[in-house]
């Protein structure tokens, strides 16, 4: 089983549209959680942290439930811009210090 | 800004050749990363470093090897180029961020193997 399981997609959606992404993670001793974007053929860049309290910026948020070991993605009134990989990021702490175990991302496409 | 460079953007090379990968980071960070990342595998760690002259194996270190004689600059080593290696390389600094070390990325390396 992999330690960081997302849904690869892709996802279809209408400009406008509401998406959810979610990801499960297996180690319960992670300690923090991001989600990153991945544009075509180019480096993956942090798109926001995730907090147990849940946090928004403009019109994506992000939840973490602990007790299930899954973390959620929403955006809303989707933009062609939006199309990406969206990749969800676990860190622990480990013996040489914080380590990031990575999702295989899941692929957004908007459509006109 | 977190500036990470990577020495070539695409680049081939034949099986056997000896291939060197270069990274640098602007920002004085101790943590420098080196990933791969292939379709439907994501991204997997294959060398880190916390330290000058230190290293640790990631996830699948066979075949690589690394360097870090400066702070600032983490170098991929494939000894023996194999067509298994074909893939895109990711290098990346860690730094702070409320707690938790998050990750800037260089822009990779699309390395072909022929």
Sequence with gaps: ???VEQDPGPFNVPEGATVAFNCTYSNSASQSFFWYRQDCRKEPKLLMSVYSSGNEDGRFTAQLNRASQYISLLIR??????SATYLCVV?????AGNMLTFGGGTRLMVKP | DVKVTQSSRYLVKRTGEKVFLECVQDMDHENMFWYRQDPGLGLRLIYFSYDVK?????????GYSV?????????LILESASTNQTS????????????????YF???TR???L
């Excluded at chain 1, 009134?77 to 939006?82: E, I, Q, V």
């Excluded at chain 2, 230190?54 to 066979?62: S, T, V």
């Excluded at chain 2, 990711?90 to 409320?98: H, K, M, Q, V």
């Design chain 1, 1 to 3: 089983r992999k330690e």
């Design chain 1, 77 to 82: 009134d989707s933009k062609l811009s939006d």
């Design chain 1, 91 to 95: 860190n622990m702490w480990g013996n």
């Design chain 2, 54 to 62: 230190m290293k640790e194996k990631g996830d699948i270190p066979e």
């Design chain 2, 67 to 75: 360097s870090r004689e400066k702070k600032e600059r983490f170098s």
């Design chain 2, 88 to 103: 895109m390389y990711l290098c990346a600094s860690t730094r702070p961020l409320a707690g938790a070390d998050t990750q």
């Design chain 2, 106 to 108: 260089g822009p990779g």
């Design chain 2, 111 to 113: 390395l072909t193997v």
